[in-house]
């Protein structure tokens, strides 16, 4: 199975990052904005940037002088004790600030073994979560999740899924035609946002964004009752600028 995603505007900051963080480790003593500029090639503006987030998200320290050292966070996720415990946790805690700053459920999925699969979530009282009343594993063909997944697959990739979980009609918006659901997904730009609206369940519209690093399939979604519907699209866009960390912590 060949995969057809383009790197997308949060691949490339995640990568920028990891090299701000790999410069970061060969300095235990301490690295200068400056000279961090200088080492990686990056621009005052898009390294200032980088290091706002990578504080936040707690991978770097900003010492007393200035300078810039490894955070806990760092250490954490790239000590061989209880990795994925210490990843969970901290795409958990990605995921709950996501969901705070966009107003919505926000979930990670990713495409394993031939499967979709939703493998963490974040939902509240006044987020809440798309009700699964049909399994996601078989409703990719409905899901702004399956099909962000799908888009990121070769033809024959998409072929072979399809093949084996029937298009069933979920709501009256479903696409139950293979033919017009593979166009859609062969013309899907991998920079614009996947969309559900009521395609799986009447009274939710969901949106996706990949996240997809190396061979690993992924995507980042979110789902907002109907009544919200007006704050897709700005939704989707905030996830989006949003996807860096979670990308970021999938590649350490």
Excluded at 95 to 122: C, F, K, M, N
């Amino acid at each position: 199975m060949a995969l057809m995603h383009e790197p997308t505007a949060p691949y490339h900051s995640a990568q920028d990052a990891l090299r701000v963080l790999e410069t970061v480790a060969l300095h235990p003593a301490g690295v200068t904005d400056v000279r961090l500029s200088r080492r990686t090639g990056l621009g005052a503006e898009r390294l200032t940037a980088l290091l706002r987030m990578l504080r936040r998200e707690g991978y770097v320290v900003r010492t007393a002088d200035g300078a810039y050292v490894t955070g806990d966070t760092l250490r954490r996720l790239t000590s061989a004790h209880d990795r994925e415990r210490a990843l969970r946790e901290k795409l958990q805690h990605t995921l709950d600030r996501l969901r705070d700053s966009v107003g919505a459920a926000v979930y990670i999925s990713r495409y394993l073994d031939g499967e979709v699969r939703v493998t963490q979530y974040a939902a509240g009282p006044g987020t809440p979560a798309v009700n699964e009343w049909v399994d996601f594993r078989c409703s990719a063909h409905a899901t702004a999740v399956g099909k962000s997944l799908l888009t990121q697959l070769d033809h024959n990739g998409r072929r072979d899924h399809l093949s084996r979980h029937k298009m069933a009609r979920l709501t009256s918006r479903t696409i139950t035609s293979d033919k017009l659901l593979l166009s859609r997904l062969e013309s899907q730009p991998p920079t614009v946002p996947v969309l559900d609206l009521q395609e799986y369940a009447v009274g939710t519209v969901c949106a996706a964004v990949p996240i997809t690093a190396g061979a690993s399939v992924g995507c980042l979604a979110l789902s907002l009752p109907v009544a919200h519907a007006h704050r897709l699209k700005r939704a989707a866009d905030a996830l989006n600028r949003g996807a860096a960390p979670v990308l970021l912590s999938l590649a350490l």
